[in-house]
């Protein structure tokens, strides 16, 4: 009995040519063993289970194999002790975000302050990698329409699986806007987003700002141990415009210059007095101070202080590690022989301090015991400012971030701020008050740049090296450029990702009609068959009876109930039963007839139920075998006819392989007239 298995369109080809080319792929990539797999793995059972409901197992990699078996439609069965899991899981995970928020909120904020340099950069490039994308979102959308087509052509002649497909067809919609509509509504906010950027990096030639100065940060601490003489005359050689530093006073009334409340850090206190290492640096006596060393720490360290300080010649290494603390008076003395502007933050003494209330007036009397020149000093300190405008009048009282009404009210025309609460405060306002604005701590060349385009004066900084390098600010571009850029990407992405959809479009549609046309064509198939026919013998003659094709819904269990049990159903959407049936009346020893042109078991191919215009062949079809089958009333014999065809004696046995329209001709010419010999049986 031949036998036909219902074939994919054109997986029958695809499937030869896998083998043939390749076959180890079939035996790796075989999509029983991944769902297989990844179902082992998500409920460590290995058994293979015509299941769709999956339980989890004890795998770290739970969340990732749940996504794959949903992706591949198999239902999650979720246990209450997973579900109290997961609702664990994202309330860790919460509370570490707002750990993070909270802690890191300088990083979020200097991370938000980077798109005014990089958004219009960000925007193009985004535009680009929006491109890049179109290829895969392109071909998923219209591979996943073109399923969804197929789909529903076949549930209009299946109505048993009509519910079962409309569900598969909501998937594949759903999962079509869940891929399209996030590619498209980015797509449409990047084409639109220069209409909302505000840059300060994007402005006319003519519009910017002079260059900020600089205020060494502690000197240049990445050339010299900070707070020390050699930091300070390595930032005045970079061409430094101001110099910054932090003041304590000593227990015996001696201004000096340390960063830190101890002495642990940049200093060899735990070496020379271990137990005092924790002690307020203002209750050492000078004396003591002076002695300590306050370079080694810079160049004996196992880390870097700085991610990108270079490394030391041998003549700075030796100065650095004989380096000690410095008093303030050494620090002025320095920039009244360079003409360099001092700021400082003047820290106060513990409560044990001779000086707790007093500190501000002692180091006034020693600035101005100095004889620097008052315009040089940069003022600071907001305790007992009327003191200090009484007594040095000629000192530049610098504020913090005040209100613009409270620095009117006590006149102060420069604010020291630093530079992330400046930006998200209003800086247009201060700018339109002509506020002078020095920033800390600046370090970074695009942050540089950022501050040059928006028109700072000046910005503490460790880098100054690298900074004073910098003759025009980064990332800077006119408006004519930007918007010629904007228009240009916005035109070739457009056209880009049109023509990639197109493409797409049009290769599954060529891929369609060939495998449409391969259903009625299989030259490999026919060519067997020849081969077949031609090795029987032209004087033979097949003894084997016609075939009977009924198409479901008609079964044979009414007129041949025994002949069902050996026929076998074979899936698709149309199902067909063929039942070879013998004459009573013929001999078994009578000559071979031709068989009919039909492929062999491997190669059988169905035609195409979702080709609209052999639907009335197949209704006829059906009329005509239906009305052979059917048994008359009125005779008395069985009126199953057979076709019986001699072959010419003449035909060579070795017939060649003729063209795919040729077979396929043959087959609908064979096919016909098998079913023309079984009316004119019936007439008869």
């Known amino acids: 009995m031949l036998k036909a298995n ?48 999956s339980r989890p197992g004890p795998c770290c990699c739970s969340w990732v194999l749940a996504f794959l ?45 980077s798109l005014q340099v990089f958004a219009p950069y960000i925007h193009l490039s985004s535009i680009t990698v929006m491109v890049i994308l179109s290829w895969p979102v392109a071909f998923y959308l219209i591979h996943l329409e073109e399923e969804a087509r197929v789909r529903r052509y076949k549930m209009a002649h299946n109505d048993r699986e009509r519910t079962k497909r409309c569900n598969i067809i909501t998937k594949l919609r759903a999962l079509q806007v869940a891929i399209g509509l996030p590619f498209f509504f980015i797509l449409l906010c990047l084409y639109v987003v220069p209409l909302g950027i505000h840059s300060p990096c994007i402005q006319e030639e003519g519009k910017l700002g002079p260059k900020p100065d600089f205020f060494g940060h502690r000197g240049a601490p990445m050339l010299g141990p900070e707070n020390t ?57 000078w004396s003591f101070l002076s002695t300590l060393n306050a370079g080694k720490w810079f160049v004996q360290s196992r880390f870097k202080p700085f991610y990108k300080m270079k490394r030391l010649s041998k003549a700075d290494r030796e100065k650095a590690e004989n380096q000690t603390i410095p008093r303030l008076t050494d620090l002025l003395e320095l920039a009244q022989k360079e003409q360099k502007f001092v700021i400082f933050d003047l820290n106060g003494p513990t409560r044990k301090h001779p000086l707790r209330n007093t500190y501000v007036r002692h180091v006034v009397s020693v600035i101005l015991a100095s004889k620097i020149e008052q315009h040089l000093i940069f003022w600071l300190s ?47 306002d201060y700018k339109a008050a002509n506020i002078t604005i020095n920033l800390y701590i600046v370090n970074e060349p695009w942050l540089y740049s950022l501050a040059w385009c928006s028109r700072i004066h000046s910005v503490t900084t460790d880098n100054i090296q690298i900074l004073r390098q910098i003759n025009h600010p980064y990332f800077f571009m006119t408006p004519g450029y930007y918007m010629f850029m904007w228009l240009f990407m916005d035109s070739v992405s457009a056209v880009l990702i049109v023509t990639i959809f197109y493409f797409h479009w049009w290769r599954e549609r060529k891929k369609e009609m ?91 191919r169905q035609l195409a139920s979702t080709e609209k215009s052999f639907e009335p ?65 019936k007439k008869n």
């Open 229 to 285: 003489m050699m930091a300070f005359e390595k930032a005045v050689e970079q061409g430094a415009y101001g110099l910054e530093s932090d003041v304590h006073l000593s227990y015996d009334l001696v201004p000096f210059l340390m960063h830190d409340s101890d002495l642990r850090r940049t200093t060899n206190i735990r070496e020379v007095m271990p137990n005092a290492s924790f002690t307020h640096s203002s209750l050492f006596t």
């Open 514 to 604: 060939f495998d449409n046309a391969s259903i009625y064509t299989d030259p490999k198939s026919i060519s067997l068959q020849k081969r077949e026919q031609g090795s029987q013998g032209s004087s033979n003659v097949s003894t084997k009876a016609p075939f009977r094709v009924m198409e479901s819904p008609w079964t044979l269990a009414a007129l041949y109930p025994t002949l069902t049990k050996n026929t076998k159903k074979h899936p698709g959407t149309r199902h067909f039963l063929v039942v070879p049936k013998k004459k009573a009346s013929e001999p078994e020893q009578a000559k071979k007839t031709i068989k009919p042109l039909m492929p062999q078991k491997d190669a059988v």
């Open 69 to 113: 078996l949903v992706w591949e439609g198999y239902e999650l069965y979720l246990h209450w002790c997973h579900k109290i899991v997961i609702l664990i899981v994202i309330m860790i995970c919460s509370f570490f975000l707002w750990i993070l928020c909270k802690f890191w909120r300088d990083r979020w904020l200097t991370a938000g302050l």
């Open 6 to 53: 219902r074939v994919e369109p054109g997986s029958s080809q695809k499937n030869r040519s896998l083998k043939e080319r390749n076959p180890c792929v079939l035996c790796t990539c075989n999509r029983q063993c991944y769902i297989t797999l990844i179902t082992g793995c998500y409920t460590c059972e290995w058994q293979v289970k015509q299941e769709k409901m």
């Open 382 to 428: 907001s305790f007992d400012r009327q003191y200090v405008r009484n007594a040095a009048p000629g000192f530049q009282q610098v504020g913090r971030l005040f209100s613009i009404e409270r620095l009117t009210k006590e006149n102060i025309s420069i604010i020291n701020v630093d530079y992330k609460r400046l930006f998200y405060s209003g800086l247009r």
């Open 617 to 681: 062949t197949w209704d006829a079809t059906r009329k005509a075998t239906f009305q052979t089958a059917l048994p008359s009333p009125k005779m008395n014999k069985p009126t199953i006819s057979s076709l019986e065809i001699l072959e010419s004696e003449t035909e060579p046995e070795n017939t060649s392989s003729s063209e795919p329209s040729q077979e396929s001709s043959l087959m609908f010419s064979t096919t016909s007239s098998i079913f023309s010999s079984g009316l004119l049986s």
